[in-house]
């Protein structure tokens, strides 16, 4: 029996000291349940264990090759320690590892500056080590390894085996969370299963108390699949749940929309008093709103599905300008503050093209309650924050659209149905890359709706890998682009988890920039730590063309549109989940001009297929889904925000456990088993 419990304060586990205890809160860790659910990121597997013979062997038969790419786990016995001083007063200690079986075979380890070390390890101790070894003439030297000594009969802790490797939160790394989890391991126990067990086994999974204990301390490397199975399809009938139990809300009166007639004499003025064409597309999309609302009594709740860049914001105006012309107020809710600006901005701007008298008002937190009191419908637009004002400020209203994923967590559609007159509809914009098929009967959403085409014929982006050997011409291009009036973003990726360290990183990096490449030319910074206020100036300059080279960090990703951008160059590529890159190289070429999007791997030399595939396939749900299948389910944490909704282990672009969860699903209902929430609580 374990002495704790799974709903025990996290503060009460042996080793959580008080400071540790506030930094697991902040992180969203109260609990031992929610300690679980930190899932790793990703698993060191150093179980492959080689001798220093078979090390030998291995080099011999890549003779040609001077090192191995790959760390290597090791393991011998140690035939002399020492540890020597240079005029520098630096540390290095240099030890002679031999074979167990073969005194002659040996190779040795090197550390600098890490003196301590010589005091940890003896003459005959039996070691695992783990690093990357290099050749050196006929020495085979290991730099700087992570080593374990064996001691008799005693289980290795951190190498030869599965390690999980934790996402680091304040100043809780990996070590600690391997402690406080292995201190709780019997708790999994007290996880209930209540899917029955012929039909897990159907579905490949684990029962929950083994999944639990798999995906924390997993014994070998076969075990995480299962266990990740059955963890990522719990999340998944969990979310699947809460939005059933929200439509079964929804079953209200929707406000009355105007009549066909009236359709027929307004609608002509939005659609072609635009700078540009609509696509049929788009045509399509608003007159399948229109009749939806037109003909439905019940308040609808639509999910409008477009890659990238297809132009969702337009027809979510139009749509807009209708409800406000039937006499009812409409939200545009948007995940971030620089993204509502935006849609502020654009909104008047099109608002003045269509002559239309209704008011656009942006709502922050700080707007007064009678500065919204309107008697005359309008456009509210906001964040989140929108949600804590009280809801009879906004008038009447007729529609409600959610942009981008900030529907899911929060109830917001619950939010806004009233039990009273009507109820409002609501129109959710998303780019997550989910098929087709399964958008529409995953989500719940009574409909979908679908913009297939971009509105540039032709996606007029080159995309390239750049080689370190090409940066310098690289930054020379953009500082010529930007000579000709061309614009540029570049993007450096979180590399610090704090973000003031990554902004410092970030100017420095500019200032660098700056004086060798882009000295004329008026250069631009945008990061998370600035206000608000800093951010729509930035971009404001950005787009009106006072500054042409902007550095940022992905803060841009979601939706920013300066439609005359024409480069994005973005380093360290390879950290990036496809699906995110995609949304990087969607903030270029939206005006159709040429453009170009440059990826910098930190390394010349890894991941280069994946690069090339980004960049000779254009579709949001190809990328996602060759990340998929190429970093392989072992690497399903890696893109679960690639649909920017926030899970903890699934993963929206895993297709086949998508379909896999909605069988699941009904299968439950028929047998009147119903879901507990136990991840998403
Ligand atoms: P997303 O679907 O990613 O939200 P946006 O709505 O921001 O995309 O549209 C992307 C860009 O394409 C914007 O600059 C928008 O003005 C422009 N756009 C939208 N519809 C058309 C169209 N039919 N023809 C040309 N440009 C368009
Ligand atoms: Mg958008």
Not at 610 to 627: I, P, Q, V
């Amino acid at each position: 029996m374990s002495e704790y419990t799974l709903s025990q304060p996290v503060s009460q586990v042996r080793y959580v000291g008080p400071q540790k205890a506030e930094e697991l809160e902040k992180a969203g860790i109260h609990s031992v349940t929610d300690l679980f659910h930190y899932f790793p990121t990703k698993y060191k597997d150093t179980t492959e264990i080689l001798s220093v013979a078979e090390v030998h062997e291995r080099l011999q038969q890549l003779a040609l090759f001077s090192n191995i790419a790959d760390k290597l786990t090791i393991r011998g016995i140690i035939t002399s320690v020492s540890l020597v001083y240079t005029r520098t007063r630096k540390s290095i200690i240099e030890i002679h590892i031999a074979d167990a079986n073969n005194p002659l075979k040996v190779i040795q380890a090197i550390w600098f500056q890490q003196p301590y070390i010589a005091k940890s390890l003896h003459e005959g101790d039996d070691v695992i080590f783990w690093g990357k070894i290099q050749q050196k003439g006929k020495k085979i030297i290991l730099y700087n390894p992570e080593y374990e000594i064996v001691r008799d009969g005693k289980a290795t802790v951190h190498l030869g085996r599965v390690s999980p490797v934790y996402r680091k939160s304040g100043q809780i790394t990996t070590p600690y969370f391997r402690r406080f989890l292995s201190e709780v391991k019997d708790v999994t126990s007290q996880f209930v299963e209540y899917i029955p067990l012929e039909v897990l086994r159907e579905y490949k999974c684990d029962p929950l108390p083994l999944a639990y204990e798999h995906i924390h301390y997993p014994e070998r490397k076969t075990n995480i699949s299962l266990a990740t199975q059955r963890l990522a399809l719990q999340e998944l009938l969990e979310l699947r749940e809460t939005f059933a139990k929200e439509r079964q809300l929804q079953q209200v009166k929707a406000p009355p929309f105007i009549s066909f007639t009236q359709v027929n004499s307004l609608l002509p003025n939005y659609t072609k008093n635009l700078p540009f064409k609509l696509t049929n597309g788009q045509s399509q999309v608003i007159s399948d709103l229109i009749s939806s609302y037109a003909e439905t009594k019940f308040a609808t709740d639509t999910l409008l599905y477009g890659d990238v860049g297809s132009g969702k914001t337009i027809v979510s105006f139009i749509i807009a300008a209708l409800w406000l012309d039937a006499g009812y107020s409409v939200i545009l809710l948007a995940p971030t503050t620089v993204l509502a600006q935006q849609h502020e901005t654009s909104a008047n701007k099109y608002f003045t093209a269509w002559k239309k008298t209704h008011e656009v008002i942006k709502v922050t937190s700080t707007s007064k309650s009678k500065k919204l009191l309107t008697n005359e419908p309008a456009l509210f637009i906001g964040t989140h924050a929108l949600l804590h004002k009280d809801k009879s400020q906004f008038g009447d209203l007729g529609l409600v659209i959610i942009d981008e994923q900030h529907r899911f967590g929060v109830s917001q559609r619950e939010h806004f149905v009233t039990k009273k007159k009507y109820s409002p509809h609501i129109l959710s914009l998303s780019a997550t890359p989910i098929p087709r098929s399964l958008a529409h009967s995953f989500f719940g959403f009574n409909d979908a709706q679908f913009l297939d085409e971009r509105p540039q014929k032709d996606y007029n982006i080159s995309s390239k890998v750049v080689k370190h050997e090409k940066l310098d011409a690289a930054y020379t291009w953009v500082a010529e682009q930007a000579k000709l009036g061309k614009k540029s973003f570049l993007v450096f990726p979180l590399i610090e988890e704090s973000e003031t360290l990554q902004a410092s990183a970030l100017k420095e990096r500019a200032a660098f920039l700056q004086e060798h490449y882009f000295q004329n030319i008026p250069t631009g910074i945008l990061h998370g730590r600035m206000t608000d206020k800093e951010k729509f100036a930035i971009l404001e300059q950005f787009a009106s063309g006072e500054i042409l080279v902007l550095c940022c960090t992905p803060v841009i990703e979601v939706g920013i549109d300066i439609p005359d951008a024409s480069t994005m160059f973005i380093h360290s590529a390879e950290r990036f989940g496809l699906a995110q890159l995609h949304q990087l190289r969607g903030r270029v070429g939206r005006d159709g001009n040429k453009a170009y999007c440059f990826l910098v791997p930190d390394d010349n030399e890894t991941e280069n297929d994946r690069l090339e595939y980004f960049c000779t396939h254009s579709k949001g749900l190809d990328l996602a889904s060759y990340d998929l299948k190429n970093r392989g389910p072992g690497n399903i944490f890696g893109t679960k925000q690639s649909g920017f909704i926030q899970l903890k282990i699934a993963d929206l672009s895993h297709f086949k456990l998508l379909k896999e969860s909605e069988t699941l699903y009904f299968l439950l209902k028929e047998r009147n088993i119903s879901i507990p929430s136990i991840i998403r609580s």
